[in-house]
């Protein structure tokens, strides 16, 4: 372990990304986490999976914030640690925040964080949470799209994507008014997940999801955006 961080010149899309920590006692938090990781103090680079991850001061914080299971004002101000990929080899995307995942989740349950933020989607979720989320899909569920991919309105009744572009070069957009906004939020969820896993959508396509039927997904912006609307065959 060491404590270098990554240069201009070695950031990738992986490591620009990094989530950041809300604790109680800050002071402690970054106590705890250094004799647990063998060093003396922080920053420190922890090997995992071949890759090197950074454990470092929080150099700022969640812009426009969506919270899951946490509450703003029982959080304290600001984040005080942040935890960012190094190098990832030839590691996707997907795997490198997988490991980050685990190794926050890690973190989160060894000095208590308040709360774990997420760079790429604005997302702040409760530690109780993101620790059992991060935990399924370690032991082989769904992909955590509550918090990794946050929903907004897109002000026509539907939802937009904030964050899936880093897994699948694309957000998603649901075309689904007046559906109920749960019943969005459901379909978005499944969708998440089938993106993040499988790419980038090239061509229109028909999928089938599982309890509420059939729907068309529909690239536009020049690839930038997939549109998600119910399929017009049965």
Not at 37 to 54: E, S
Not at 116 to 133: C, N
Not at 209 to 218: I, N, Q, R, T
Request: charged letters at 20%.
């Amino acid at each position: 372990m060491n404590g270098n961080a990554p240069t201009s010149d070695q950031m990738t899309p992986a490591s620009q990304a990094c989530f950041r920590f809300w604790f109680d006692d800050a002071e402690s938090a970054a106590d705890i986490l250094a004799r647990h990781f063998g060093a003396d103090t922080l920053p420190i680079t922890i090997k995992r999976n071949g890759m090197d991850l950074h454990l470092a001061p929080a150099s700022g914080n969640i812009d426009t914030p969506q919270y899951i299971a946490t509450n703003p004002i029982d959080l304290p101000d600001g984040p005080s640690l942040e935890l960012r990929l190094v190098e990832g080899g030839s590691a996707s995307f997907l795997t490198s925040v997988k490991a980050l995942s685990a190794l926050a989740a890690e973190i989160a349950r060894s000095a208590q964080a308040k709360a774990i933020g997420w760079s790429e989607a604005g997302t702040i979720t409760g530690s109780e949470f993101f620790i059992k989320v991060v935990q399924s899909w370690e032991d082989g569920g769904a992909f955590p799209a509550m918090v990794l991919v946050a929903l907004q309105g897109d002000g026509d009744g539907g939802l937009i994507t904030r964050g899936l572009s880093p897994f699948c070069e694309q957000e998603l957009v649901l075309d689904l008014a007046p559906m109920p906004m749960p019943e969005q939020a459901k379909i978005a969820i499944r969708m998440i997940d089938h993106l993040a896993a499988e790419g980038a959508v090239t061509e229109n396509e028909i999928v089938e999801v599982d309890g509420f039927g059939s729907f068309e997904l529909d690239p536009r912006d020049s690839g930038k955006k997939i549109y998600l609307r119910r399929s017009p065959f049965p």
